[in-house]
């Protein structure tokens, strides 16, 4: 069965959207977590590792780990 994929650089970006194993740290990433935190954003080392243990969550699951800040830097993985 094919995994699924998303195009990071185009792709309409909601809460919802699965972090899929082709993650990729575009603008279009970079502009849904600005316009969802109202600030500019840094994307941290451990943030990133975040993400790359956390493929499958969503989004929204990536705010609230962004916004916490500390499970986000941990690299820890939530689930």
Known sequence: M???TIDWHHAPLQKETV???NFRLTQNVRRFFQEHLHREVRFSRGF????RANTGGN???A???????TSAESGAKKR
């Open 2 to 4: 094919k995994k699924p």
């Open 19 to 21: 972090i899929t194993e």
């Open 48 to 51: 990133m590792e975040w993400l």
């Open 59 to 61: 989004l929204g699951d």
């Open 63 to 69: 705010l609230e780990a962004y916004r916490q800040g």
